[in-house]
């Protein structure tokens, strides 16, 4: 998921606020702008719209606790770091497993960090749900934003990279985006909950503004000597 942006292009300063922090969903008293993970990882190509790991289910992990996994979710934290991004799924960087990080705040400002293995989605129930619709952009979907609608809580069900089982409870921006990840596990983007109007609306976007984001994430990376 990309950080918000709105219409005009400027950074909705909101998801920039760190008041306090929560890792994995537990609160920590302080934790580096840059994530320990992220610090370890290297950067990998970001999947975009069209190629077929974005359309199709992703597979369970059945290993955890292995090198390989660790140095997955670390890669993915630096990847997402590069492109700007609230969280990323594993499929956005070419691997079909069940898995997603995140570095996302919440309307209050709190800031969560964290990855969930096999997650599975629970949403309020249709009586006691309040729908939002906010605009939302896809690390896969280069300079595209589009108003979708979503519930303004989320819980989702998972374990970490250990095998430890994990509950995340998300509101607001962070509610989006563990269902904005979520749905990438299940081969869907958000433009599969767009109307074909909209569809076509963020397909130019993407045609126009590709070019440059690739750019700006290549400078980034370039930045941080990666």
Do not use: W
């Not at 929560?22 to 970001?46: C, F, M, N, T």
């Not at 974005?54 to 597979?59: A, D, G, I, T, Y």
């Not at 300079?143 to 809580?153: E, K, L, P, Q, Y």
Request: glycine content about 10%; some cysteine; charged content about 30%.
């Amino acid at each position: 998921m990309a950080v918000h942006h709105d219409r005009s292009g400027r950074v909705d300063r909101r998801v920039h606020v760190d008041r306090r922090v929560r890792v994995q969903g537990r609160p920590v008293d302080a934790y580096p702008a840059l994530s320990p993970e992220a610090e370890r990882g290297s950067v990998r190509r970001v999947t975009v719209l069209g190629e077929e790991v974005l359309s199709r289910p992703c597979r369970q992990v059945t290993e955890f606790g292995t090198p390989e996994l660790s140095a997955l979710i670390d890669d993915m934290f630096l990847t997402m770091h590069v492109a700007d991004g609230a969280g990323l799924a594993a499929n956005q960087v070419g691997v079909d497993l069940r898995l997603f990080v995140y570095d996302c705040p919440d309307d209050q400002g709190i800031r969560h960090v964290g990855h969930l293995i096999n997650p599975v989605l629970e949403l309020p129930p249709p009586g006691n749900r309040q729908l939002v619709d906010e605009f939302e952009g896809c690390l896969s979907v280069p300079g595209a934003t589009m108003a979708v609608s979503r519930t303004d809580r989320a819980v989702v069900r998972g374990f970490d990279k250990g095998g430890a089982p994990l509950t995340i409870e998300g509101t607001g921006y962070f509610a989006r985006c563990l269902q904005h990840e979520t749905d990438h596990l299940i081969g869907h983007t958000y433009l599969d909950r767009l109307s074909q109007r909209d569809r076509k609306d963020a397909l130019r976007q993407m045609e126009d503004c590709r070019e440059d984001v690739f750019a700006r994430r290549a400078a980034k990376a370039a930045g941080l000597g990666r």
